[in-house]
């Protein structure tokens, strides 16, 4: 096996993911793609070499700016690495010809590497320079349709991070260089967070404060004065209009059969970024968690020590059963088990880098796997308690974990 | 829907890949994650952007001339767009201090996007600029030890293409860029392909031309005369001894806990191009073929045309039974189907239309659904047969169906 740790420095803001983050990361793109595709997203891919001319045509060849990453080909043709892909996917929807109204909206995602040359690459995926992100581009008819659309996929963002326990806030949000007229931020609350948020206590207002015309301390609804707090952005909407449809001519027949523009919308998600985000928000000194729904692995088990009492009694052999009436009852669990056979060590000691992994559930075959009978030490690492429990109890306990 | 199709261009080489291509990668990237982790393959993820300083070290930053894709940032550091990871993994592991002997063997592996310059980018997938590959990398503590893990990566790669349904070859190889001392190519025989290969009858023999001194014509085991044919490379394994060890310092503690350079090897697999050459190598001139087990939808269902005989006698009804008993008895296959409900058209009509596809399975509520019991047209494509079933017939049928 290869040492421990999620990931490793490959280049300043480039990263090799290690096996447990792989892990992690096509947990966390499997229940994206079930959002996603709940909303009637379809998964498609697109290529990180994208024209300079594409990104001329838009003028955001020259907006980027230096946060670009540019090269050359063999015959001198520009490109970039694509940091996000509004004209590589208009340009592939624009070349649809008899695209009908009847067949809008389009909603289109993939979940790719993107390039962004960072001044400052920092706290790991956090912030790196090749990173993971589920962008998603959709097509209506009209304003209206889009503005639906826009608060659909709004709410699968807010199912998402419900399902993987993540406190987080929705705010207003700036448009920067995607442009539009509407955009949102998807935020988690952190002390390390980059982004400062005001909120209304009662829930009436949201937003980042770049988005905000000098000092605001009231809520714009209900008065009362708005809270301060920092955040980690994971996840954002814009509403775009016809910016990117109109310099492609994304355009579809309408029930008049006129050509018309298509009203678009575009959605971002930090595959990367929330992996690492969420380690951030929900750890604590001295143990990993994760989000349950996409721990790299589920469980450990944790025999004897060698030589020990408990050893003598079998407790290998019992939770070795533990184990396999497992398999048979909850077999998505088998291959979400580690077994930490290093019986050379205490079980403490184990423990404790279990806790450091970030398993969900630790199963120890302790003092009490010899009586009669047997019991065993189950940790629940995200509610931080232990319960004693005979095999039934831990195999009813472990019938409700969910894998993606 | 966006409309049909499996890619389409973005720039020269450069495509973006449409739903049910993505699909298709995506099942065989699953059925190569089995056949990796049934050889004790780790997945990681290494980062495309590749540091000049490391290729540098290797002597490719310069041997691989204008094939390599080549960048700065903005702090003007060079880096290449990663064709293959020998150099990033080798560091890596070079990174992991206290390796013992007893960890090895070590294999990594990733699925990526990875880069080539190609003078002449052609055949869509087949030779594109930017592809994604399935790359491998071994860690054994001696050459004897190495060469047993080569083989056991190469009988992966058999049982790959042996489950795929796919004819291939495994013949020996030139070492290229990559170096090293042995290497074999696996070929999947097709006219269209750009390799010339020779093979003994008797099956002692089997070598890319490139390899032979001069002309060869007859097997150096038997002596029979070889035959020739083309072939198009779908992987590439190479021996590599301690080439990139020594460079990057990737070393273990043996036995004797004394130092000793890792004993590595290198696989590749093209995912694009599998998925290609195999519909290149399968398909009739009206009938698109996939391997059954990466098919992007599995089966497809076509009710009555609007209006006709059939569809008075319910026949729509009796195909969404059939469809429901499906979902109840094979669940995976669920999410594997697709219904044709473009009623306005013929039967005749949407049936040519999923031959275009590639559905290895067609359900169709024909002249004969009227009968009683209701008989259901089946054809199945890749046979090039129908057969007329009953409801019970069908799910008998559909119940062998396999989906990664």
Redesign the interface.
Known sequence: ???GGLI?P??PG??????P???A?EKLIKVMDEEMQAVGG??????????AELWRASGRWDQMG?EL???V??HN?G?C?GPTHEE??T??VA??S??SYR?LP?L?YQV??K?R?E?KPRFGLLRS??FYMKDMYSFDASEEAARRTYERVCDAYCSLFTRLGLPFLKVQAATGSIGGTTSHEFQLPADIGEDRLVLCPQGHFAANVETLNGEQISCPTCGEKLTETKGIEVGHTFYLGTKYSSVANAAFSSANNKPQLAEMGCYGLGVSRILAASIEVLSTEDSIRWPSLIAPYQLCFIPPKRGSKEEEEEGAVLLERVYDDLAEAVPHLAGDSVLDDRTQLTIGKRLKDAKKLGYPYVVVAGKRVCEDPPVFEVWNQNAGEVLFLTKEGVLELLSKVQVP
Chains 1, 2 share one sequence.
Do not use: I, W
């Open positions: 096996m290869l040492q490793h490959s280049s480039c990263y090799c993911y290690l096996p983050a792989v892990r990361m379809q998964k498609l891919n697109l290529p990180s070499l994208c024209s230096p990453f540019r090269l080909d063999r043709h490109y690495l590589v996917v340009a592939l070349s649809q008899g695209l067949q389009l289109l790719t590497r390039f040359d001044p320079r090749e």
